[in-house]
T-cell receptor, first 114, second 114 residues
């Protein structure tokens, strides 16, 4: 069975700082996808960034980037120049290719302070 | 383009009753997934439908069921409600046919069981 672990239940940083959220996963599969989703307070969950396991290059989306270490089964999210709107729960998620289901971590509550 | 719409947004039921939740996906999306979100268990996969066929099912008792209609709208039903069924039920739709790709989530239906 696949599992996803987010070891930081809560984090808090000042606006404009850089913050890194950790995620590790466990699987015996070789073809899979990794995601970071953001759930703002009382709003829909939205995709932040997506990484295919077969790609060595780390995904980047504007201020968001990942550090994907396949051998270590680690998938951290870096948020640069953090903004107040980044305040949210962040979920790391995993999908085996073709499974049509996501396995989520427990989430990290991130607060950006002014 | 309208987002994923879930109804009702809030509902209160008593133990032993049943409930039906509805989800209208984004136009053109044929895959609909359901997730249960609770503080204790986090986000857990319920089931996924594509073109009226259930392709995957999570580890939930048979009291939890779902279906998808020809217009891609989906419903999930929970019978004989238990206190532990209190949760936020999230529906998500996806354009992708093989892998989950990007999921677009609705705002959820918050179910309280008394």
């Amino acid at each position: 069975a696949q599992t996803v672990t987010q070891s930081q239940p809560e984090m808090s940083v000042q606006e404009a700082e850089t913050v890194t959220l950790s995620c590790t996963y466990d699987t015996s599969e070789s073809n899979y996808y990794l995601f970071w989703y953001k759930q703002p307070p009382s709003r829909q969950m939205i995709l932040v960034i997506r990484q295919e396991a077969y790609k060595q290059q780390n995904a980047t989306e504007n201020r968001f980037s990942v550090n994907f270490q396949k051998a270590a089964k680690s998938f951290s999210l870096k948020i640069s120049d953090s903004q107040l709107g980044d305040t949210a729960m962040y979920f790391c998620a995993f999908e085996v290719q073709g499974a049509q289901k996501l396995v989520f971590g427990q989430g990290t509550r991130l607060t950006i302070n002014p | 383009k309208a987002g994923v719409t879930q109804t009702p947004r809030y509902l209160i039921k008593t133990r032993g009753q049943q409930v039906t939740l509805s989800c209208s996906p984004i136009s053109g999306h044929r895959s609909v997934s359901w997730y249960q979100q609770t503080p204790g268990q986090g986000l857990q996969f319920l089931f996924e439908y594509f073109s009226e066929t259930q392709r995957n099912k999570g580890n939930f008792p048979g009291r939890f069921s779902g279906r998808q209609f020809s217009n891609s709208r989906s419903e999930m039903n929970v019978s004989t409600l238990e206190l532990g069924d209190s949760a936020l039920y999230l529906c998500a739709s996806s354009f992708h046919t093989v892998n989950t790709g990007e999921l677009f989530f609705g705002e959820g239906s918050r179910l309280t069981v008394l």
